[in-house]
């Protein structure tokens, strides 16, 4: 909490702002649910800068509880420890954490989800349906990426119904709850046309700032491109937008080879139950590769800042390919040789992780490239005691003129008044004018959203 970055600022307090106002800043920042989500931390508990660190983490650890369910179910206690400790402590994933953006929380949405679609299998409760479309839909709105999950989400889903009667009622419900938090949006919102698709950026809900590629020859340099950015995240140094991470997750030659080992070892044992023809025991594996290809090539399409905050799923798939071995070893359907090929990877990439931990937390305290100096660290004091300092002088002189702090022309604005207004309006504090000079009217204006919407301000 030493320094905050443009684009938590943005994700977490701007459009979170412009939300409670009932519009969005632009079709760019189209991630609803998680700006609803902090709005509702907000009205619950008040306003602090770093409200969006704290539900992360409740999101992690709700992520980390439903897995330690699902892996003792499905692995037994000898062997769940290990991929809870492997994703648990995954470089990534912690990274992710961290930010107050929605970058990555596709990851524990998807093992809610599971959890979820478990339960619904157990039990086929109406309720649990309903539930189960309602966090999809929260998923998706959420983080765009989270729209790869959904081909394998699909087909366990159909599967899952398959074993209850009443398939139409459950149906029903399933898709009442995946359709009801965004209709509640869209009726929320004073324009909701600018939600769908925003014309000035030519973006909108479920798209963020990804864009298609205009031909043939444009999807081959995007995705060589975007696949080189993503091996270069995932085995090499974190470079991509925002992946400011110590290490990758994969970034010693010991890792990367147990990673191929493990995706033959995996690819072997698909085949030769395929020649078998067990079809029901290669469902696992077969949505995993699914998935790694999904997620491979469809986060390399757009060529706008591709990198590994849009291809978790990747990891997500590959360790699900680990805990699928797992499960073979633990019913003794590996050979010997094989057995201690993935104990033996598995604990190579743990070991990675482990050694990798005091680096990730000592980059948490570096500012880096993407950190908002000019205004949320005035004087060398934390964006925590900036915002106070401006709050005070607000109230002290029952206005605050923005274009008065030091650096101001090196301001993100809209950032900047969604800070301030935020804080007061929901800390229930006194709120005054805040105002900018505008050196076109050579007088100073009162800020309001309204002048982002009409773009009488630049985005």
Known sequence: MGFISHEELAESVRNVWWLHNRTIYDGISSNVGWYALVQLAYEVFGFSLFTGKILRLILFAIGLLCSF??????????????????????????????????????????VIVVWLLVKFSQTGKLWVAALLGFVICLASLSYPSFLLYLPALGILFVMCLRQHKQKLGRSILFVLGLVLPLLTLLWYLADPSKLVFDPQVRSGIFRGGGTFPNSWNEVVANERAGLLVLYNDLFILPQSYYFNAARSEFSHLATRLSVLSILVLAGREFILLLLKKKYAAVLMPALSFLSLLIGSLLASLSSWFPGLRRATIVLVAFYLLVIWLLKLLGKKKLGRVS???????????????????????????????????????????????????????????????????????????SEVYAAVTAD????????????????????????????????????
């Open 69 to 110: 369910d699902l892996l003792l179910k499905y692995l037994g206690k000898k062997w769940a420890w290990l991929p809870i400790l492997l994703t648990g402590l995954s470089p990534t994933l912690l990274y992710f954490t961290t930010l107050q953006t929605s970058f990555g929380v596709d990851v524990p949405y998807f």
């Open 339 to 413: 057995s201690l090929v993935l104990v033996a990877a598995s604990l190579v990439i743990l070991t990675h992780h482990l050694k990798v931990m005091p680096a990730s937390y000592a980059q948490l305290s570096k500012p880096n490239a993407n950190s908002e100096v000019a205004c949320f660290t005035i004087s060398g004091a934390t964006p925590t005691a900036s915002l106070a300092r401006m709050r005070t002088h607000l109230q002290a002189n029952s206005r605050l003129d923005l274009s008065s702090i030091p650096n101001a022309s090196e301001c993100r604005l």
């Open 424 to 459: 007061c309006y929901w800390n229930n504090l006194n709120c005054p004018e805040i105002l900018w000079y505008d050196k076109d009217q050579n007088m100073p204006i009162e800020l309001e959203t309204e002048l982002w919407d009409s773009y009488y301000f630049a985005h």
